[in-house]
């Protein structure tokens, strides 16, 4: 497993805290999430699959098409038919302990090829909006909603963490293009950079 407090950000360089874009309250906060690990999981045998992660992790995985469910200590997102991401905390042999419980399944440690970044505040639906084809509305993308897709042409996975709070995990070498992409749409709601 990768050493999270040794890896240097994709953003490195391009990362500036502080308030940009129109005066006044910013329409929203993005910052990148680090610390966290993120496994990517498939199996062809669901059901026995969820049931030991369920036992072993305390989650269950969400078996609809773009539903995520939050366990113990880990928030699994249903990137397809017997295919999560999981996003959790780091810890040694982590990968293992997962591809225990989940035997006849594959694990793979994803996280030094990708980058979350957070997006929240009460113009963030429209920012995505921007760039991204989904129907961003509450009704059609509430909290607990995840889809991959496209934001600015790159490629995506968006997870809804509350009304007005998204996580966007994409692969490292779009780190930067997705930055520009984020800032540049935020610019005209203000944005502040945690």
Known sequence: MVDLNLSRSALDGVFTQGAFGAAGDPGVTLSERRGGALLDLSTGDIDATRRAIATQFGVDLPTKSGRTATGDACRALWTGPGHWLIKTAPKPNLERAWAD?????AVNDVTHG???????????????????????HPTAFPTGACAQSLIGKINVTIDCLDADEFDITTGRAYAKSLWAWMTGAAAEYGYRVE
Do not use: E, F, Q
């Open 101 to 105: 419980a989940a035997r006849n399944s």
């Open 114 to 136: 990708r980058i979350v970044l957070r997006i929240k505040g009460p113009s963030a639906r429209d920012i995505l909006a921007k760039g991204c084809p989904l129907d961003l």
